[in-house]
DNA sequence: CTTGACCTTGACGCTGCGTCAGGGTCGTAG
DNA sequence: CTACGACCCTGACGCAGCGTCAAGGTCAAG
């Protein structure tokens, strides 16, 4: 007859996943001897490895008990269900490894590898740190509701970067988020500049934008931020207002 | 300002999830309002966005909040370790998917395919259910101590298998072991033509066993195995012994 | 004023055991 | 005979990452 111990090592479990079981009724109660020690014969061991081979194939003990005692179509089905498990975790796990290899450098935390190309591109024109950082934070929030609308938004403002009069005119603007008060005298020649920009590409864009079209909430979100980060904000969107345009993150003819 | 439900939604965890993380660390207790409601600005958001990119990704909540704070060089080393842990997270799935498709037919819990292999060339034989199912708990036992050898021991058996002299020494065995008493009269010519067979193969088995040998302690279950199992057992130990053989499970020239 | 949707803190539940704490027991060695 | 180390016993707390009540307080709309 063996000890609890012995039974744990011929099984190769630990002690306490023994007693575990017993308490969970996976295995039965054995007999105990004149000082109360369990005592257990060679049919518990294999049922124990029986047992282990189970859970060690990642089956819930809950269900364990089920399937100890299943007939063999009720185990295959079983069985089936939890190969579709193991595979849908091997896929989770996979998309893991793919996500946290996005973030090896910084920017890419909870951004999609077209905005980081976008971010990088600001660095290489010459945009100031702090201004990517605010675009950066931005385009977290947006990626976050929109995932799928991110290429588009991206390739949208990659080509605007190439344009030599928005590219002067968002070095501008950054210098004005970052460095003027909200009564700055240039600030209404900036919101002329901008509104004739917007006015370009107002037309096309705004179809662009309607397929995935922002909440009401992220727009609020996402102005919110842009009033948080600048003093210059209230009174932008005061000039802009002046001039026929509400909002700021997403734009409409007053 | 945004409530805790607001944070929450935008970030796309559950408001309970955001408390956790209060809790722990992670992201930082905002002031509240005159009636005790957290408000959150939108920098709020893009953190819990990071938190939340993290660990979906599979980070466990102690290294995020390590990782947030981490200069690009840890973050990049973190980052590698976790994906390390994928990795091997992943090939366990996949241990565990070829485990449990093995587990599709009943024997095959805890037993390895030649094991299974083995088992069914017995039934085909037309050895009874019982003497199936002993032969698999025995190898059972074995199987979960001596992994490696299996191949080696049903190569063995399955070649007895097919020598006309020993398959029928092994049904009457079968015949004995579960319908004879202890003091049945024709026990010491079964241990006779035992001890013959024995005697035939002994030396050559001998040393291929003696490659990876059986713990005592394997040895002395299956023998308790083999005493609990059948009356004749003790009898047929006995008459061995007389015939100059010690043992069961591991017999020894006496 | 009521209703329903939110917010607050606090506490317990889930999995599969690991790890004390505070005992008793066994086998062997001195 | 006693001491020692290695076992055994029960009971309880701890772990991650929240989910889910419980028992309130608050807010906005009708």
Redesign the interface.
Known sequence: ??TIG?LAS???VTVRAVRFYHQKGLLPEPERDRSGYRRY???A??EL??I???A????PLSRVRELLAAD?DA??AA?EQ??QR??A??RE??R??T???Q????DS??LPPEAVAYLDRMRELGFPERMVDAER?AW??VA??LPKSMPMYMASKRGQLEDPTLLALYRDIGTAVFEWDGDDPRLPALADRLVASIEAVYDEEVDAYAADPMSD??VA??D??FL?ATPIAARMIELLQERGWRGWTKLERA
């Open positions: 007859m063996l012995q011929y099984a190769g014969d060679s049919a061991v294999v490895i029986r282990r081979t189970l060690e194939a990642g089956v063999p185990f295959a069985v939890i190969d193991l595979q975790e091997i796990r996979r893991h490894r996500r946290i290899a973030l090896a450098a910084g935390l909870a934070d977290i929030l976050a509701q909430e992220l979100l996402l919110a931020t948080d």
